[in-house]
């Protein structure tokens, strides 16, 4: 798997990654651009363009810092409208094969209050950090919720781990089944053809790095809820652009417990 947005979505991968990297905003992917990216940025102005390409929008506004370009999940917005785009990734040099277009800069990320859904799987997401945002990671809801203390349960049966036991064993459960128990700090949807969950259940710490897990999914979830995931654990996943994960569970089937 390529990375991005993690577009957008994900605007890719992320953020509260439990790694130096960045997620964001995610697969139809298109060829990666060069550049650097930001993650977790907030940009707001007035709508001067909008341009939808299947489940995206290509929004062009005036900000305080001048124009740019900002793609999210298709929207309703017209000229003249405010927007503020959240949960952004930034990425120099980026050319989206379906517009035929080349952006010198552009962030993809969700607009702030919309009613977002993620685009059903079939469906071609926008360009992101490694192709087609939607395309998350990197990284859209940006930095992890605020959910108070979190103490979840262990997941039970023969693959069960908590999150900082995925780290701490990386070695050994490399390119095995896990399952995990934990709640939802952050989802950031259809980036690169998955929707990027965050999950914490209370182990681990953030000063060590190993308290928040990163999954890649079909299943839509949200923030807050209390979920069981069960997927293949790989170990330091390279997507480029530095986003970079020692542990990630990827097409993990993740259902509300």
């Known amino acids: 798997m390529r990375?991005?947005?993690?577009?957008?979505?994900?605007?890719?991968?992320?953020?509260?990654?439990?790694?130096?990297?960045?997620?964001?905003e995610a697969?139809?992917?298109?060829?990666?651009?060069?550049?650097?990216?930001?993650?977790?940025?907030?940009?707001?102005?007035?709508?001067?363009?909008?341009?939808?390409a299947g489940p995206y929008s290509y929004l062009r506004l005036a900000t305080k810092d001048g124009e740019r370009w900002a793609a999210v999940p298709k929207c309703e917005l017209k000229e003249g409208?405010?927007?503020?785009?959240?949960?952004?990734?930034?990425?120099?040099?980026?050319?989206?094969?379906?517009l035929n277009r080349k952006f010198a800069r552009i962030v993809f990320g969700t607009l702030q209050g919309a009613d977002v859904h993620p685009a059903a799987p079939s469906a071609p997401p926008p360009a992101s950090p490694h192709g087609q945002m939607g395309d998350v990671h990197a990284k859209a809801a940006t930095p992890a919720?605020?959910?108070g203390p979190i103490a979840v349960r262990r997941a039970t049966g023969p693959n069960a781990v908590t999150v900082a036991e995925a780290y701490a064993k990386k070695t050994?459960?490399?390119?095995?089944?896990?399952?995990?128990?934990?709640k939802v700090v952050k989802v950031?949807?259809?980036?690169?053809?998955?929707?990027w969950v965050h999950v914490r259940d209370g182990s681990g710490s953030a000063e060590k790095k190993d308290h928040d897990l990163t999954v890649t999914t079909d299943d839509v979830v949200t923030v807050g809820a209390v979920v069981v995931v069960r997927g293949t654990l790989h170990t330091d996943k390279s997507l480029g652009g530095g986003y970079d994960f020692?542990?990630?569970v990827e097409d993990a089937e993740v259902k509300t417990d």
């Open 3 to 24: 990375f991005p947005v993690l577009l957008l979505s994900l605007a890719l991968l992320a953020c509260n990654r439990t790694s130096a990297s960045k997620p964001a």
């Open 27 to 52: 697969p139809t992917p298109e060829p990666a651009p060069s550049g650097g990216q930001k993650a977790d940025l907030t940009v707001a102005g007035k709508v001067l363009e909008r341009i939808d």
């Open 81 to 98: 409208d405010e927007a503020v785009v959240s949960n952004a990734m930034a990425m120099d040099g980026f050319e989206s094969k379906t």
């Open 145 to 147: 919720a605020d959910l």
């Open 172 to 182: 050994a459960l490399k390119d095995k089944s896990v399952s995990v128990r934990a």
């Open 188 to 195: 950031l949807p259809n980036i690169m053809g998955k929707n």
């Open 246 to 248: 020692p542990v990630i």
